[in-house]
């Protein structure tokens, strides 16, 4: 069996349900490809990479302000709460802030958040010729996220998304940010908003959809009702 389609440039393979494969339990064939739906990715990666970078400049904004290399005037960086080994969360910030670049750190699986991105965006204004507002994380984000159909199509998007999954990773670790509750169920324009969901701040008792065409407030029961479809998703 082979696909008659393109398929996704990350590889992802996607579950064989051939009757002839079900019927002898076996696969004799070389796994299946799932197609490549948004540009040269498949659905899913095309919905982690829009997660990514639309949970960044969220998780940027609330990283501890102790290393500001990096930051452009003006970037907001809010002190947020931050748990665990104080010396080890240091570092961590410190790496993400692109203070050790060309340092001991690099290539071990930590991303300096700052010159990466930045790196993206240098590709993005050679080839294709945009341009962000500033060389901030949020005004980056904002660009890359207009530019998502776009950037879908180009060969290394593989590459790209590899980067922006792993500096969400790498922020949520550090920020320690908790598991997301579910996804959203408001409605945009023309499709369901999906943006993953975090719990409510400490002391707040709502959560609002960072999305900004969305924007649906989930409290009470509605609060309910996010969280057990979250858990039947297995969103976490
Ligand atoms: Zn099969
Ligand atoms: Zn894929
Ligand atoms: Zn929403």
């Given at each position: 069996m082979t696909e008659d389609y393109a398929t996704c440039v990350r590889g992802c393979t996607r579950r064989c349900t051939a009757d002839q494969c079900l019927t002898t339990g076996?696969?004799?064939?070389?796994p299946l490809r799932r197609r490549a739906t948004v540009g040269l990715l498949c659905k899913r990666c095309d919905e982690q990479l829009t997660e990514a970078v639309h949970d960044i400049p969220d998780l940027w904004a609330q990283m501890?302000?102790?290393?500001?290399?990096?930051?452009?005037?003006?970037?907001k960086v809010s002190h947020g709460k931050v748990t665990g080994s104080p010396s080890l969360i240091r570092l961590d910030v410190m790496v993400l802030n692109g203070?050790?670049?060309?340092?001991?750190?690099?290539?071990?699986?930590?991303?300096?958040v700052w010159p990466t991105i930045g790196g993206w965006i240098q590709i993005l204004a050679e080839e294709l010729g945009t341009v962000a507002k500033s060389d901030t994380i949020a005004q980056w984000c904002d660009l890359l996220r207009r530019m998502h159909p776009t950037i879908c199509r180009q060969p290394w998007v593989d590459e790209y998304w590899a980067d922006m999954v792993a500096i969400r990773q790498a922020l949520r670790r550090t920020t320690g940010a908790p598991p997301p509750v579910g996804r959203c169920f408001g409605h945009l324009a023309n499709r369901p908003c999906g943006r993953l969901l975090y719990p409510p701040?400490?002391?707040?008792?709502e959560i609002v959809c960072p999305d900004e065409k969305c924007g649906r407030r989930y409290s009470g029961a509605e609060l309910l009702k996010l969280q057990i479809q979250g858990e039947r998703e297995g969103v976490a």
């Open positions: 076996e696969h004799d064939h070389e501890p302000g102790l290393y500001d290399t990096g930051h452009a005037e003006g970037e203070s050790s670049v060309g340092g001991q750190y690099e290539g071990d699986g930590v991303m300096p701040a400490p002391g707040e008792t």
